[in-house]
């Protein structure tokens, strides 16, 4: 079957633009993660849905990064006023409640 | 707090010797323990978890993992590596506040022909 998607594969982006990524879970998943990997910081939790429970937030690094999942569906992980800093590899996972997540393919975000 | 510790940036191997990955794990209760891989310009590919019961954990593409509470490790093994094995190799823990995975910080797997 069809795993978890993301969209752009790709994006680059000017400092101060405004960037939204987006992710499509595997259908009938209820879990849903967003995780960051950089050169310094490792893989990162960010944020994590789960059906319609209000969604932990705890791993954003500031009020620039925000997430919503419409539907119990997609979600889009948008980051306002991009810094060079926000240069990364976004990873959506999803999950049935088997405890594993599986990952989809990333989106690499480049600031200039 | 949960964290896991990959102590490897890099591990070589010549192709058709068995491998090891090394990985221990801090936890606060019953582990709930992944082995994920990466390859190039990809995403994670689940391996295996160990969740409960046999300490021994058999996964795909022919990885095993061995839990052993008493050195609170989760080594990830293969009997016969492929030149095809050589990738970033990830073990994860889950949170059990958050449910998040926390992550090692990845060793690379080098398979030499």
């Known amino acids: 079957g069809a795993g978890v998607s993301q969209s752009p594969s790709n994006k680059v982006t000017e400092k101060g633009k405004d960037v939204e990524l987006r992710c499509d879970p595997i259908?009938?998943?209820?879990?849903l993660y967003w995780y960051r990997q950089s050169l310094g910081q490792g893989l990162e939790f960010l944020i994590y849905?789960?059906?319609?429970?209000?969604?932990?937030k705890s791993g954003l690094p500031s009020d620039r990064f925000s997430a919503e999942r419409t539907g119990g569906s997609v979600s889009t992980l948008t980051i306002q006023r991009t810094q060079q800093e926000d240069s990364a590899v976004y990873l959506c996972?999803?999950?049935?409640?088997?405890?594993?997540?599986?990952f989809g393919p990333g989106t690499r975000l480049t600031v200039l | 707090a949960q964290s896991v510790a990959q102590p490897e940036d890099q591990v070589n191997v010549a192709e058709g010797n068995p491998l090891t990955v090394k990985c221990t794990y801090s936890v606060s209760g019953n582990p709930y323990l992944f082995w994920y891989v990466q390859y190039p310009n990809r995403g994670l590919q689940f391996l295996l978890k160990?969740?409960?019961?046999?300490?021994l954990v058999k996964g795909s593409y022919g990885f095993e993992a061995e839990f052993n509470k008493s050195q609170t490790s989760f080594h990830l093994k293969k009997p016969s590596a492929l030149v095809s094995d050589s990738a970033l190799y990830f073990c994860a823990v889950r949170d059990w506040d958050t449910d998040k995975l926390i992550f090692g910080t990845g060793t690379r797997l080098q398979v030499f022909p």
């Open positions: 996972a999803s999950s049935s409640g088997d405890d594993t997540q599986y």
């Open positions: 160990y969740i409960t019961g046999d300490n």
């Open positions: 849905f789960q059906g319609n429970s209000a969604p932990d």
């Open positions: 259908s009938g998943h209820t879990a």
